[in-house]
């Protein structure tokens, strides 16, 4: 019993832990901006998404089975 309430208090302190040692650990400088990125200017970026969104509802569609019938006679 005793290893049991060790290991459940040994998890809730790193998971209580976890968020500030995460912090701490990525503390990253910015890096300076020179310019606009014209990647995702516009109709480019809407399009891409709207392409992504036709390819996963046709590949729900596809992957649909429309076999409904009952397996019981």
Known sequence: MKFRTLALATAAASLA????????AFERASAPV??????????PTL???LLGAAA?????????????????P
């Open 34 to 43: 020179e310019g606009e990125s014209e990647v995702a200017a516009g109709a």
């Open 17 to 24: 832990a976890s968020p500030a040692i995460a912090q701490v």
């Open 56 to 72: 996963v509802v046709g590949i729900v569609v596809a992957a649909s089975d429309d076999d409904d019938d009952p397996v019981s």
């Open 47 to 49: 399009l891409l998404g």
